[in-house]
């Protein structure tokens, strides 16, 4: 089975299964899980942030974010299509009673800098307090330019802001362009990085940021019901991901420009380049593009069936399942 979903399909190797069992655990909710402890130390150091925090999920890391950032009545500027507005089933203004305020996305993934200061309200009673800039890398696969992250850090500390990355897949960002996980944290004072996406855990997300503000998000994990015991199991492969996943994603990025590569020499396609582990095909209607689907399903290649569909390379698509892929997807296609 050839599944181009997501990364977030990716089964735990067996090696990952066996450092999982290994593990040494204890209760984390007294602090007393060694392997959680270390991988926590171990991430907060290669992210040049002073702590981390453990979490289930990144929808998690960046709820916990939000929250420990704004109070109720205090506002974030994010992307309409951000994962912090559109994909958390708007848990921040739920459970926080935190308000958005969404922009438009442009073209290369980032916010447009002068709207977003536009849109920073004075204080004014009318007016919810504006507290947080929060922004994503990578998006849609797109690495976000370091210099657009430095622009974003001098517009939040001119009007005394804060910034949080969603680094759902920064890894993806870091093998891309070879810059330290530090560094492309460094302008964020929160960043949320997520272990079962390319990186193949079962679960897992981190996040990093200042001592204070880890604190406080510790206790909202508690309140959520997030605080896990023996979760060293879980620890074990974050920290086996962390040795062994990430040089491969490298890989991943390879097999996304081959299969874009092929699949743009067919006719009734059209493919957007590829960017990471990703890549977009855009079919003429969505009945053309589910038939397609069904049509690869039957091949055992799993890929959703949007008319802008979506093919993720990851550690379950070898390299030489590539030319299989685009093979089946010409015979779906002239079919
Ligand atoms: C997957 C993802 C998340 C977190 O998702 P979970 O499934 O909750 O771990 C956050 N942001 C982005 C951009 C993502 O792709």
């Not at 392997?35 to 890391?61: F, H, P, Y």
């Not at 994962?83 to 708007?90: F, I, S």
């Not at 990430?246 to 420009?257: Q, S």
């Not at 802008?308 to 299989?324: C, D, F, K, S, Y």
Request: aromatic share 6%.
């Amino acid at each position: 089975m050839l599944d181009l979903r997501s990364d977030t399909v990716t089964q735990p190797t067996a090696a990952m299964r066996e450092a999982m069992a290994a593990a040494p655990v204890g209760d984390d909710v007294f602090g007393d899980d060694p392997t959680i402890n270390a991988l926590q130390e171990r991430v907060a150091t290669m992210a040049g942030k002073e702590a981390a925090l453990i979490a289930s999920s990144g929808t998690q890391t960046n709820l916990l974010a939000l929250l420990s950032h704004c109070q109720r009545g205090e506002e974030y500027l994010v992307g309409q299509e951000y994962h912090t507005y559109r994909y958390e089933a708007g848990g921040a203004a739920v459970l926080g009673g935190i308000v958005p305020q969404p922009f438009e996305i442009e073209a290369d993934g980032t916010l447009d800098l002068a709207a977003v200061e536009k849109r920073i309200k004075p204080d004014d009673p009318h007016f919810p307090v504006t507290r947080l800039l929060a922004l994503e890398n990578t998006h849609t696969g797109k690495v976000i330019p370091h210099t657009y992250m430095q622009q974003a850090r001098a517009l939040v500390d001119k009007h005394g802001l804060n910034l949080h990355l969603d680094g759902a897949r920064v890894f993806n960002a870091v093998v891309a362009t070879g810059k330290s996980l530090a560094n492309l944290c460094a302008p964020f004072d929160s960043v949320s990085i997520c272990f079962s996406k390319g990186l193949g855990t079962p679960i897992g997300s981190v996040l990093v940021g200042d001592r204070d503000f880890i604190k406080r998000a510790y206790r909202w994990r508690k309140m959520l019901g997030g605080g896990m015991r023996q979760a060293g199991i879980v620890a074990a492969a974050m920290d086996y991901a962390l040795d062994h996943h990430v040089e491969r994603l490298a890989d991943d990025h390879a097999n996304a420009l081959a299969l874009a590569e092929g699949l743009s020499q067919l006719k009734g396609i059209r493919v957007e380049p590829a960017q990471t582990n990703m890549v977009y095909v855009n079919f003429e209607s969505a009945e053309r593009a589910l038939k397609v689907s069904d049509h690869l399903r039957k091949q055992d290649i799993v890929v959703g069936a949007a008319q802008r569909m979506r093919l993720v390379t990851h550690l379950g698509i070898p390299a030489n399942a590539i030319e299989q892929i685009v093979t089946a997807f010409r015979d779906a296609l002239y079919a």
